[in-house]
């Protein structure tokens, strides 16, 4: 016992960025999607990426982000792609006179992609993001996940949306479970029954103080991910800890608001930067790992088509 | 000439920091360094990105991302930064991230302008040149659907339809299409046109009107908008600024995009003005085409104004104001010449229509 205590490590994890920076890169990075009808925003996303990611750090040493506009604009393409399969498809069914059937083969083909997906994002998105050189992994597997996720879908269906909680909960478990930080293993450790019933009293207590609670409600998410969230190397691990409150939440909430509304959405960087900033300064790390001495364990890995996909279907992922 | 400086690397294999000597020799364009294991590394300045945040310049290796380091030593930073400036390794895109927040500024508001004028005039210039490109059967099949939906629930008078139709087959309306005109019992002062020709007049209208002109005046306007296509147009300039706006504001987020559509929903009332207009005035022509006097078109209009009980504000009305029309009615009037012959069988037919 002693000895871990003694070998308690310190730990800061913080955001830089300012919003005068982050302005610049979504203007400079508006202004070139709009000269080139679009085709710049995989390199846009690149440098918007690697400009967060840069200015959020850990012990003084800042993420990185290794993505470039090439791999995502190939992503891009193969994603666009997919979309029209899918769409002639549906449009092939429509023309055959059988439009029922075309839309239940494009939402079974939704369904088989999401699952590939999230998993592509993951990969990518870890594989891309590095500290001090170690970089992330994501060691999912693509079939264990699509047969789980079908098996979760189905029975939040049967159930009525009942088992969306615990088919949440069980998604993070798997994902966040199988990301690395080079010898390092994240884990998560919460519960379906927990955060449905988090997720009721949130929703009606929302309701009932006209949605007020709201506020606590996302305070009470996010503490739930965060707190349950571990780091693991060999016997020794680090906790995640979160320090955001309800009232914070809303004050926040409101002065972005005020922000992007006076500003005609010009403020929207500052919103960002600020949200960032509260986020990462009330997430509290303790623990035993000596962040000196992880070790590379990850190869390079190259396919961003992940990455665009759960951009075209809208998926947002804390991770 | 060579500089050095003490700084931190990572070999890529661990996350020791290693107190490195960074030794930049600007002659032959190298950052050379030892590692603690002893390997003597030598990098090409073309292949290290260098990165300033705050006090401190990053570099990392282009290829073996993972090997990366960084030093606060302000005087080897200026050296190393003027060398890269001066080869063009400064990116081009670091230079316009370098231009400030005053010029990003003025680049937004400049942008913003873009896409507005693009809202306001390109945008629907556009979707109402492509429509052209919609075959006509489509608004035929438009205008069908809305027909079937919306008159079957009320009753079509059938003698009053049938006098409608010859009334008239006595005029010429300049239509493009086939027109088929139902009178349909109603106390509502209204008449409209559908996509698919057909134009519908209730029999509040034709009970408060006091001459046949007004009929060949309110014919000759539903029947411009049918000839131009305006219900295909506005479905299209709709529909087109529906999804620029939310092309251009969707990346934003939710709040910006509600108040684009409303941005949207505002403009598109003003637009049907704007077709309102064109009606009117081509109404004005049947008048004229058919010897028929003029002074209809301002007497329709001002029992469409007695039944307006509640005066709102031209920037929410959909139709353009009334009196509005009356005064450019009555300027047209005034300045156009025209000829005009009493026509009985018009008359006729009117009086059958109003009981």
């Known amino acids: 016992m002693e000895e871990i205590l003694q070998t308690e490590k310190k730990y800061k994890l913080d955001f830089q960025g300012k919003g005068n920076d982050f302005f610049g890169i979504i203007i400079v990075n508006w202004l070139l999607t709009i000269c080139t009808l679009g085709i710049y925003y995989p390199w846009a996303k690149a440098k918007k990426l690697q400009f967060l990611y840069g200015q959020t750090s850990l012990n003084g040493d800042a993420f990185a982000f290794h993505g470039t506009g090439k791999e995502m604009f190939k992503g891009f393409l193969k994603a666009i792609l997919l979309f029209f399969i899918l769409g002639g498809i549906f449009g092939l069914f429509i023309y055959l006179k059988m439009p029922m059937v075309g839309l239940l083969l494009f939402y079974f083909g939704i369904f088989a992609i999401l699952p590939l997906a999230i998993h592509g994002s993951y990969r990518y998105r870890m594989s891309r993001t590095s500290w001090r050189g170690i970089r992330f992994g994501y060691r999912g597997d693509k079939q264990e996940l699509a047969i789980n996720f079908v098996k979760w879908i189905f029975l939040t269906i049967i159930t009525f949306g009942i088992y969306g909680p615990w088919m949440s909960i069980n998604l993070r478990k798997y994902l966040v479970g199988n990301v690395r930080f080079g010898d390092a293993e994240f884990d998560y450790s919460g519960d379906g029954s927990d955060y449905f019933i988090l997720n009721l009293k949130g929703y009606f207590l929302s309701i009932f103080t006209l949605g007020i609670y709201f506020f606590w409600w996302q305070k009470d998410l996010f503490e739930y991910y965060i707190d349950n969230l571990t780091v693991n190397k060999e016997n020794k691990e680090i906790r995640l800890n979160s320090t955001v409150t309800g009232g914070g939440f809303f004050k926040l909430a409101i002065v972005n608001l005020a922000i992007i509304v006076f500003t005609l959405g010009l403020g929207y960087a500052w919103a960002v930067t600020r949200t960032l900033n509260y986020i990462f300064n009330n997430i509290q790390l303790d623990g035993n790992i000596d962040l000196d001495a992880l070790n590379q364990t990850e190869e390079n890995y190259k396919d961003a088509t992940g990455e665009d996909l759960s951009d075209f279907l809208d998926l947002d992922f804390v991770m | ?355």
């Not at chain 2, 079509?156 to 086939?178: G, P, R, V």
């Not at chain 2, 007049?201 to 060949?216: A, F, P, R």
Request: proline share 2%; hydrophobic share 40%; charged share 20%.
């Open chain 2, 1 to 355: 000439m060579k500089n050095q400086a003490t700084g931190i690397f990572y070999d890529g294999n661990s996350s020791v920091p290693q107190e490195v000597v960074f030794l930049f020799d600007s002659n032959t364009a190298t950052l050379v360094f030892e590692a603690s294991n002893g390997t003597i590394y030598q990098w090409k300045c073309s292949e290290i990105v260098f990165e300033k945040t705050g006090s401190k310049l990053s570099f990392r290796h282009k290829v073996e991302v993972s090997q990366n380091g960084y030093t606060t030593d302000s005087k080897f930073i200026d050296e190393v930064l003027t060398f890269t400036k001066k080869k063009g390794q400064y990116g081009w895109y670091q230079s316009l991230l370098d231009l400030g927040t005053t010029i990003h500024l003025g680049l937004a508001v400049v942008i913003l302008a873009i896409i507005g004028l693009c809202y306001l005039y390109a945008i629907p210039w556009v979707a109402e040149k492509s429509v052209v490109l919609i075959p006509e059967e489509y608004d035929t099949k438009l205008g069908d659907t809305f027909f079937e939906q919306n008159v079957i629930f009320s009753s079509i008078d059938s003698s009053k339809t049938k006098a409608l139709n010859e009334f008239a087959k006595e005029l010429k309306l300049n239509n493009t299409k086939k027109l088929k005109f139902s009178v349909v019992d109603s106390e509502i002062v209204n008449a409209f046109a559908l996509p698919d020709g057909n134009i519908v007049v209730y029999t509040g209208i034709l009970d408060s009107m006091q001459n046949y002109d007004e009929l060949v005046g309110l014919l000759g306007h539903e029947a411009a908008h049918v000839n131009h296509r305006h219900s295909m147009k506005m479905l299209c300039r709709n529909l087109s600024g529906y999804l620029f706006v939310s092309a251009i504001l969707g990346d934003v987020n939710g709040i910006m995009a509600t108040i684009g559509n409303n941005i949207n929903s505002l403009q598109s009332l003003s637009f049907s003005r704007e077709f309102e207009h064109q009606a009117d005035v081509e109404g004005f022509n049947v008048l004229v085409i058919n010897k028929v006097n003029p002074v209809g078109m301002t007497n329709l209009f001002k029992r469409l104004e007695n039944k307006n009980y509640i005066s709102v504000p031209q920037f929410l009305s959909s139709h353009p104001m009334t009196e509005d029309r009356i005064t450019f009615m009555e300027k047209m009037i005034k300045t156009k010449t025209f000829q005009i012959v009493d026509n009985q069988t018009l008359k006729n037919l009117f009086q059958k229509m109003k009981k």
